[in-house]
């Protein structure tokens, strides 16, 4: 999982964080300008357990439904992408 953060991927928020297991998670950007392209769901060892496509500025994605920490990688339509940490409770 690359770990590059660039300026406009930074403006990149998940909520709520914890999030309890299976239930929606909300993926946007501070900017409506900003265009989300995917969002992929990885659990620590790297392993893939979501993935959605979308087109929009802000998407709401199911949680992964086991408790625990994830990583959240999300690229832009201009191609940046940023990774956060997921906790599901």
């Known amino acids: ?3 590059h953060v660039s300026q406009s991927a930074s403006k990149v928020s998940i909520a709520p964080n914890p999030v309890s297991k299976s239930s929606a998670l909300n993926v946007e950007t501070i900017s409506p300008d900003i265009q989300l392209a995917k969002v992929q769901i990885y659990t620590m ?3 893939m357990v979501r993935q959605y496509t979308t087109s ?5 994605i199911e ?3 086991a408790t625990g920490c994830y990583m959240v990688r999300i690229q832009l339509a ?9 906790f599901v409770k």
């Open 56 to 60: 929009d500025a802000s998407a709401a």
């Open 78 to 86: 201009d191609g940046s992408t940023s990774t956060q940490k997921l």
């Open 1 to 3: 999982i690359a770990l």
């Open 45 to 47: 060892s790297g392993i």
């Open 63 to 65: 949680a992964p439904s």
